[in-house]
Nanobody, 122 residues
Framework: QLQLVESGGGLVQPGGSLRLSCAAS????????IAWFRQAPGKEREGVSC????????NYLDSVKGRFTISRDNAKNTVYLQMNSLKPEDTAIYYC???????????????WGQGTQVTVSS
């Protein structure tokens, strides 16, 4: 009933771009912060980016600053992650999550997507 569904992942060469989408259904995400997380094999999940409910505040992992851009379109119940200048170390499963509180409140993330694979390789 309550779902977040990621899409847009795939295989891309280093330096390439992908645009990930996170679509909400079963609830209206207007009042949630939305974050992108990623997890590579053998590594812990890490936060990549987050956007406030209004879209007025964004946060980025240091390693993706200047390359990734998060945005949201509440009318479409969708959050995007534009990823440019991709590097092999960006390879991971990317998940989106909806949170009740601030971007930094990990306990507030109550809805999670199933993930989409991003592979950066030549």
């Amino acid at each position: 009933q309550l779902q977040l569904v990621e899409s847009g992942g795939g295989l891309v060469q280093p330096g390439g771009s992908l645009r990930l989408s996170c679509a909400a259904s079963g609830f209206t995400p207007d009042y949630y912060v939305i974050a992108w997380f990623r997890q590579a094999p053998g590594k812990e999940r890490e936060g990549v980016s987050c956007i406030s409910s209004s879209g007025g505040s964004t946060n980025y992992l240091d390693s993706v600053k200047g390359r990734f851009t998060i945005s949201r379109d509440n009318a479409k119940n969708t959050v995007y992650l534009q990823m440019n200048s991709l590097k092999p170390e960006d390879t991971a499963i990317y998940y989106c999550a909806a949170g009740l509180f601030s971007c930094s409140s990990l306990s507030g993330y109550v809805y999670w997507g199933q993930g989409t694979q991003v592979t950066v390789s030549s």
